[in-house]
């Protein structure tokens, strides 16, 4: 039901110092961005390593969502997870009684999302959400076209970098021997 992790958003007060922190400290990667004015926020995705994305919210006008919650603290505000079929999740916190709100979908449908709120989730606000992860990154981490691995020489060896289905790539080092080995079982396992 649930996919995995996708993202950890940070509510923060000053964007532009946090945003630096990540890009210039940490090497996180800009992805997709957006603004909500009805919500009054602004939302932007950075991608960390190879499979790791955070989420920076910040309010864009007094009235935000974020006020009461950055009127107390800034920080953690929710965690995301993804999963394939957001109605399915939908009709099992139904079965079980657990309440959920803000169930949408937003952009023609590629992103549909609820929320648990933490009273109901131990302190968490968990957002759930059904989408397309390469969507929300940046183009530099995916590969190109409808490649789905790309084979690299090295100085010791390969590198192996494999779409993930959680967006973006994965990469792994491997030694002369190492990519041998891969290669002998890849052609093991495709013969009758």
Known sequence: MISRIDHIAFAVRDFTRVADFFRSILGAVPGTSSVDPDLKYLAQVFSLGDLTRIELLNPTDKGSFLDNFLAQRQGVHHICLETPDILKVRSVLEERGIPYF??????????????????????????????????????????????????????????????????????????????????????KALRP
Do not use: C, M, N
Not at 151 to 177: F, I
């Open 102 to 187: 803000g169930f949408h979908a937003y952009a023609g449908g590629s992103w549909k999302e609820l929320f648990i709120h933490p009273r109901d989730a131990f302190g968490i606000l968990i957002q759930i959400a059904e989408f397309t992860p390469d969507d929300f990154i940046s183009d530099s981490l995916k590969l190109k076209g409808d490649a789905r691995w790309s084979a690299e020489k090295s100085p010791t060896g390969v590198t192996l970098t494999l779409k993930h289905p959680g967006g973006g790539t994965v990469r792994v080092d491997l030694t002369k021997d190492e990519a041998a080995a891969l290669q002998r079982d890849l052609g």
